[in-house]
């Protein structure tokens, strides 16, 4: 079946632009979340969302960032006023908690996100 | 300090040897330990995942945690070229299997033929 879909692929953007990336989760996952990987820093958590529940917005670096998820499925995470340190790749999971290997994390192919 | 500590490399390897990555971490909370692989330009994918200390193998690989010294192993026997990726650990305090996961940076290897 269809796996975690991202878009764009890539984005260039001027510092101080607003920009989208968007999330389309494994239908039926309840569990969607974002990570931000930086060069030699590894995955680092940012968002995620279950089911009907708050977010854990814990891992947010700073109230630029902002995410939603629409009808329980596709996810928006918006970056405004964006800075050079966003520049990374932004990966999306999604996970069917109760079902399958726990603790497998589903990931999209990210989006390369790049701010001149 | 990082929660979780993983040597970058890169660790290049002739194909057939052993590959030996590990992890360190600070949070005895930590109960639940994943390792992932990472393919250029993809997504990471999970290989295995275990609980609590012990060794876990299937196939050509072996995932061993030492809860005692905080301290996580992967081991890959007869490496292969298509084994070349990143490798990163994962971990979770929660005892659910959702939630969010605390990777290290990822170690790069490559097998060469």
């Known amino acids: 079946g269809a796996g975690v879909s991202q878009s764009p692929s890539n984005k260039v953007t001027e510092k101080g632009k607003d920009v989208e990336l968007r999330c389309d989760p494994i239908?039926?996952?309840?569990?969607l979340y974002w990570y931000r990987q930086s060069l030699g820093q590894g995955l680092e958590f940012l968002i995620y969302?279950?089911?009907?529940?708050?977010?854990?917005k814990s891992g947010l670096p700073s109230d630029r960032f902002s995410a939603e998820r629409t009808g329980g499925s596709v996810s928006t995470l918006t970056i405004q006023r964006t800075q050079q340190e966003d520049s990374a790749v932004y990966l999306c999971?999604?996970?069917?908690?109760?079902?399958?290997?726990?603790?497998?994390?589903?990931f999209g192919p990210g989006t390369r996100l790049t701010v001149t | 300090q990082k929660e979780v500590e993983q040597d970058p490399g890169p660790l290049s390897v002739p194909e057939g040897a052993i590959v030996s990555l590990n992890c360190t971490y600070s949070n005895s909370a930590f109960q639940y330990f994943m390792w992932y692989r990472q393919y250029s330009r993809k997504g990471p994918e999970l290989l295995m995942y275990?609980?609590?200390?012990g060794n876990k193998e299937d196939g050509r690989f072996t995932a061993q945690v030492d809860k005692s010294s905080k301290y996580i192993s992967l081991f890959i026997r007869d490496s292969q070229p298509s084994d070349s990726a990143t490798y990163l650990c994962a971990m979770s305090e929660t005892t659910d299997s959702w939630g969010k996961l605390q990777f290290g940076a990822g170690t790069q290897v490559v097998v060469t033929p």
């Open positions: 275990t609980y609590s200390s």
């Open positions: 239908s039926g996952h309840t569990a």
């Open positions: 969302f279950q089911g009907n529940s708050a977010p854990d």
């Open positions: 999971a999604s996970s069917s908690p109760g079902r399958g290997v726990p603790y497998e994390q589903y």
